[in-house]
């Protein structure tokens, strides 16, 4: 999901306040001197989220960290961070990797590496019925939506918004949360049209969220095609490359497909696992 950074005395100040929580594959009170410390955002299902008992975390992401784990013989533990706070806390030394729904972006390869795990896009999430008729990201000249913080759909959010004004049209409101579920709250209460997020989150939630009475996607419209990455130090060659063996381990096995048909997200499988393969890419 997300864009770039640049390092301020203030987001330092702010990042050492965040009450990062440690949380392993399985809780551990403590870190073990080998463990590989993944930061990520930990409110997007079916990618990652906490199960009902509130403390457990579960998801693709979490069962590919856990089957790479085997092949690094290494365990990848979590820690939650604000997804704008997970490149600062890796610059810091707080983290080793990011372990999320962070996109591969030429701006991001600036900072870090990436081994990318997945591929997605971007779709809208809309109340249940449609109420404010959103056809497409096309139609929302004037409207409201929400994104996450530090997201690449703030990119593409702001250019709709300055082709709607350059048409003569009102611009795009976005209203930006820290969390995924305040932003999809937003489209629940009425407070903005559509929630601009990533493809397997918004297809999931519409499916679960009340059995399904609560959300729709706009379909026929997905944005951003664009893998996503581990992000990993640019200094930690190592690190990325034995993340990219056992990953492609993975692939190679079947393991990685089994994970993902699971979720039901086998439509974002990789044939391999690439380092900065988002290079290219243009948001």
């Known amino acids: 999901m997300p864009s770039s950074f640049k390092p301020n005395s203030r987001f330092h100040r702010w990042l050492a306040a965040v009450p990062a929580l440690c949380l392993g594959l399985a809780f551990t009170p ?8 993944a930061g990520s955002l930990t409110n997007s299902p079916p990618m ?9 975390l579960e998801g693709a992401i979490v069962d590919l960290a856990a089957a790479m784990s085997k092949k690094l013989g290494r365990t990848i533990t979590f820690k939650a961070i604000p997804f704008s706070g997970l490149l600062p806390a890796m610059q810091a030394k707080h ?4 372990f999320t729904m962070m996109n591969d972006t030429p701006e991001r390869e600036k900072l870090v590496d990436f081994v990318d795990f997945f591929n997605l896009g971007t779709m809208l999430l809309i109340k249940k019925g449609n109420p404010e008729h959103v056809e497409s990201l096309e139609t929302m000249c004037g409207k409201t939506i929400s994104t996450v913080q530090g997201s690449t759909q703030i990119i593409l959010a702001n250019e709709m918004s300055a082709k709607c004004t350059a048409a003569g049209k009102q611009p795009i409101t976005n209203l930006q949360y820290a969390q995924p579920s305040d932003a999809r709250l937003q489209v629940q209460i ?4 559509a929630f601009l997020g990533n493809s397997p989150v918004m ?5 679960t969220a009340g059995n399904g009475t609560v959300f729709d996607v706009v379909k026929g419209h997905e944005y951003q095609p664009v893998p996503l990455g581990i992000a990993v130090a640019k200094d930690n060659t190592a690190l990325r490359d034995a993340l990219q063996k056992a990953l492609n381990e993975l692939i190679a096995d079947g393991g990685y497909l089994k994970i993902l048909e699971k979720y039901g997200v086998e439509g974002g499988a990789l044939k391999s696992a690439t380092i ?4 290219n890419v243009k948001l």
Do not use: F, H, M, P
């Open 276 to 279: 900065n393969g988002g290079a």
């Open 30 to 37: 403590a870190r073990a001197a080998d463990d590989i410390v």
């Open 48 to 56: 990652i989220a906490y199960a009902s008992d509130g403390t457990t």
């Open 203 to 207: 297809v999931y939630l519409a499916k």
């Open 95 to 98: 983290i080793d990797i990011t």
């Open 190 to 193: 009425g407070r903005v049209a």
